[in-house]
């Protein structure tokens, strides 16, 4: 039995966003299972002294480009949310307050609706709302939880994910849905 | 006729040597040319506050990897030249001053030096000697060719290029050698 796709990413990231929707098929075909692991990039770019894409010259306006232009490319219904980006705090919390068989349902629900409904899941009352529609009822300020998701977040920057969609397969790292191809060889076998 | 594609890159780039191994022959499969035209990151980098990979806390060990990896994915013959980066400004000189016909030819043999051969091609003195074998015997402290060089450099920026490899073709930029299959599909017609 091969160990699942380790599968870090933000819910405020388009590429983690574009990721998630093809990341499942991809191991599926490889007989892999995936482990979702939300994390929030603003702990990455405090160690990396990275910056959000929209907030850098040049790069920013080609990043929302290439963020439309990536999505109609792998045909992905998405358009870019107002505000963007957020923090996705509570986004975070919900995921690992749910259990085990409800966290990507959650996760996939959270997504649409940043991305495709142009909900703002940085609010704690919509990640609420959303949850609900799962029958989930998430205490996002109790302390247990917090310390949860900050050890969750803390061991993705530990192992050293930089940015989103992250994926490890057996070690090794792969940045960027356009790594995907190289993922997809790597689950073929090393090179 | 179908207008070249624009293709700008550093000479310090591992994304710019690996698609400089390949931009050609995409290009032709539709009927275009390549103009190439080497930059400078570092002028890049001061517009956008960006810094060199390997100076980067947990990017800069992933860039490693990737850099190998990718040379392997795209079965291209690949070291990480010691030192890296360089700067890459003779270099650009030295292209600048070429003509037209030898500017392609110079460019391939100088990033074959510095991703293959472990030539520092950051000093004057190696890019006269690589130059020398094609016959050219640029003068690299010439004034007219320091200001050429900039213009070229300026110009780039102006256009927004922050990166390496950075393609334009009619006036949609991809950045990034993990963009070639949306330029490609672009090259087919827009979408």
Redesign the interface.
């Given at each position: 039995m091969n160990s699942p796709i380790d599968f870090y990413f933000d819910f405020s990231s388009p590429y983690g966003y574009l990721a998630a929707q093809k990341i499942e098929a991809l191991a599926a075909r490889y007989g892999r299972g995936v482990t979702w692991r939300p994390m929030l990039l603003g702990a990455?770019f405090k160690?990396?002294?990275?910056?959000p894409l929209p907030t850098?010259?040049?790069?920013g306006?080609?990043a929302k480009?290439?963020f439309l232009?990536?999505a109609?490319?792998y045909d992905v219904p998405f358009r870019i949310p107002d505000p963007f980006p957020i923090s996705t705090l509570h986004a975070c919390r919900a995921f690992y307050a749910a259990p085990a068989e409800k966290q990507v349902p959650l996760a996939k629900v959270l997504f649409k609706a940043y991305f495709v409904d142009n909900v703002n899941i940085g609010e704690a009352d919509n990640v609420l709302k959303i949850a609900a529609t799962l029958g989930l009822k998430p205490d996002l300020n109790d302390q247990a939880l917090k310390d949860k998701t900050r050890a969750e977040v803390d061991a993705a920057?530990a192992r050293?994910?930089?940015?989103s969609p992250y994926i490890v397969v057996d070690g090794e790292?792969f940045?960027?849905m356009?790594?995907f191809?190289?993922l997809e060889?790597w689950l073929r076998g090393p090179?």
């Open positions: 990455a160690a990396t002294g990275a910056a850098i010259p040049l790069k306006e080609y480009r290439d232009r990536s109609r490319f920057v050293g994910v930089f940015g790292p940045w960027g356009d790594r191809e190289q060889r090179f």
